[in-house]
């Protein structure tokens, strides 16, 4: 088996390739052939292209972000908590704000 299949999302790819000529070919040629797919996959330079353009992107971590200027702050804290850091680093209860959209003025009094 050649190494690029140990990938799970590649040899899914490779399986979808292949299942046309399940029950028509013996396991053998089945074998060969996704095989040859993925050294094809491994050395030529335009199908190895492809690969990396088709694979979906890998998550780390997944939460909600506020963006500041070119600064991203996590709205998650280390207590899992929903969180809200201003500027000046402190954190407390997040308040709900739409982007864009600015807060009605407090009332006078």
């Known amino acids: 088996m050649h190494p690029l299949l140990a990938d799970p999302w590649i040899a899914a790819q490779v399986d979808a390739a292949v299942a046309p000529y399940r029950g028509r070919l013996p396991e053998e040629e089945l074998a060969w052939m996704r ?24 998550v780390l971590e997944s939460g909600e972000v506020r963006r500041e200027g070119g600064a991203v702050i996590p709205l998650v804290g280390d207590d899992g908590g929903l969180t809200h850091q201003s500027g000046s680093g402190r954190t407390g209860a997040a308040a709900p704000h739409t982007p864009g959209v600015a807060k009605p003025p407090k009332a006078a009094g």
Not at 39 to 52: G, I, P, Q, V
């Open 35 to 58: 095989d040859q797919l993925a050294e094809n996959l491994a050395t030529d330079e335009r199908a190895a292209r492809l690969l990396r353009r088709a694979r979906p992107p890998v």
